[in-house]
């Protein structure tokens, strides 16, 4: 089945450094990709996706490149603040069936100023 | 304002004694899905809806009920919850799933003792 899979954290940054979380998958066909962020005691909203090979989702200064031959989705950031500290998750939906999104187990990002 | 709401936010409760989770959307959306949040598993689907009275299991059904008898509301019911359903529960709509943005209620967390 459809699998996600997002680097271990917590992610502990000064303010101004270079963000990469990784995330890779495994899914039948070609799914659609997504980067979900869950601000604390929030539930989650879309930060950006990318829904074919070698498009780039991008918003508030981060961007993510759907790599179909490495089957990745790596999630950078070239100067993260302190208002981005929060959980990062990594999901993707298949193109047929329940239409679910498959989450990784999401990367806590810590950002220090 | 487009939103997804949950009521309770937070809940204590014993085992064996029911309770009924609320989720309302009021963006017309057809797909509404319940997932669960547990340390390290990321987010898992429970239950979804596409549409009024069509529902059908997710990941983990197991000790769940849902219903959809009203386009905007989506409840979880709990016939007989268990310690192992302890967790963070969340709600989100879209018009179809899949690659569509899913939006996300701010959760309700539960503790089954």
């Known amino acids: 089945g459809d699998s996600v899979t997002q680097m271990e954290g917590p992610v502990t940054l000064s303010e101004e450094a270079f963000l990469t979380i990784n995330c890779t998958y495994t899914?039948?066909?070609?799914?659609?990709l997504f980067w979900y962020v869950q601000y604390p005691g929030e539930g989650l909203q879309l930060l950006l996706k990318a829904t074919k090979a070698d498009d780039k989702g991008s918003n508030k200064g981060f961007e993510a490149t759907y790599r179909k031959e490495t089957t990745s989705f790596h999630l950078e950031k070239g100067s993260v603040q302190v208002s981005d500290s929060a959980v990062y998750f990594c999901a993707l939906s298949g193109i047929a069936g329940r239409r679910a999104l498959t989450f990784g187990s999401g990367t806590r990002l810590q950002v220090q100023p | 304002e487009a939103q997804v709401t949950q009521n309770p936010r937070y809940l204590i409760t014993v085992t064996g004694k029911k309770l009924t989770v609320t989720c309302s959307q009021n963006?017309?959306?057809?797909?509404m899905s319940w997932y669960r949040q547990d340390p390290g598993l990321g987010l898992r689907q429970i239950y979804y809806?596409?549409?009024?009275?069509?529902?059908d299991k997710g990941d983990v059904p197991e000790g769940y009920k849902v219903s959809r008898k009203e386009k905007r509301n989506f409840p979880l019911i709990l016939e007989s919850p268990s310690p192992n359903q302890t967790s963070l529960y969340f709600c989100a709509s879209s018009h179809r799933g899949g690659a569509e943005t899913q939006y996300f209620g701010p959760g309700t967390r539960l503790l089954v003792l």
């Open positions: 899914a039948t066909g070609y799914p659609s």
């Open positions: 963006m017309n959306h057809e797909y």
């Open positions: 809806s596409m549409n009024v009275e069509v529902t």
